[in-house]
């Protein structure tokens, strides 16, 4: 099984700043396979990124993805009040076919 | 715009069986490359894959649920649906239904809203 770690746990920012989440695999995985969500309270998880780097439909262009192998990284880069929420990293392997990070929470500073 | 909708008990007796449905709407369940995916999050943690199904009746399942898992799909009722045996308080959680659109490429792009379900006596 592959694990997902992600770091740090809680990131305190205030808007505007430069949001840096990681995401590290167990083992190598393909990027093609990488995926992040954003989910805030009482909501179901929101697709931001697949394919590692690839912004889904309507995601705004403040969100990055990158990294390949065991080392992932979501970027925001300038903080919006809407985007405090807890952030995963999802990966497709072999067996589970699906699992997820831990999590990274964002909260206001 | 594809929309996901869970249904069922919100609660479930100790060693009974947690039955769960998700309708989708704004497409046809058996339209496209879909997988249907069923993932849970207990309160306060993180997310698990239950497992998917796809329309041709193939299934996955996470192998820490594998016995007691079983993912169908109804195309007449655009629907698919999770059944889970001898339930205990750990599988208290909300469950989610989702589409993965490529077999993992795209992750999962539609969610439903969630459903809550309490395994309590």
């Known amino acids: 099984e592959i694990a997902l770690t992600q770091s740090p746990g809680t990131l305190s920012l205030s808007p505007g700043e430069r949001a840096t989440l990681s995401c590290r695999a167990s083992?190598?995985?393909?990027?093609?396979?990488l995926a992040w969500y954003q989910q805030k309270p009482g909501q179901a998880p929101r697709l931001l990124i697949n394919g590692a780097s690839s912004r889904a439909t309507g995601i705004p262009d403040r969100f990055s993805g990158s990294g390949s192998g065991t080392d992932f990284t979501l970027t925001i880069s300038r903080l919006e009040p809407e985007d405090f929420a807890v952030y995963y990293c999802?990966?497709?392997?072999?067996?589970?076919?699906?699992?997820f990070g831990p999590g990274t929470k964002v909260d206001i500073k | 715009q594809v929309q996901l909708q869970e249904s069922g008990p919100g609660l479930v007796k100790p060693s009974q069986t947690l039955s769960l449905s998700c309708t989708v709407s704004?497409?046809?369940?058996?339209?496209?490359?879909?997988?249907w995916n069923w993932i849970r999050q207990p309160a306060g943690k993180g997310l698990e894959w239950i497992g998917r199904?796809?329309?041709?009746?193939?299934?996955n399942y996470n192998p820490s649920l594998k016995s007691r898992v079983t993912i169908s799909v109804d195309t007449s009722k655009n629907q698919f649906s999770l059944k889970l045996s001898s339930v205990t308080a750990a599988d208290t959680a909300v469950y989610y239904c989702?589409?993965?659109?490529?077999?993992?490429?795209?992750?999962?792009?539609?969610w439903g809203q969630g459903t809550l379900v309490t395994v309590s006596s």
């Open positions: 083992q190598s995985i393909s990027s093609s396979y």
């Open positions: 704004g497409g046809s369940i058996s339209g496209g490359r879909n997988y």
């Open positions: 199904i796809y329309t041709s009746g193939t299934t």
């Open positions: 999802q990966q497709h392997g072999s067996s589970p076919l699906f699992t």
């Open positions: 989702a589409r993965d659109p490529e077999d993992g490429y795209a992750g999962f792009d539609y």
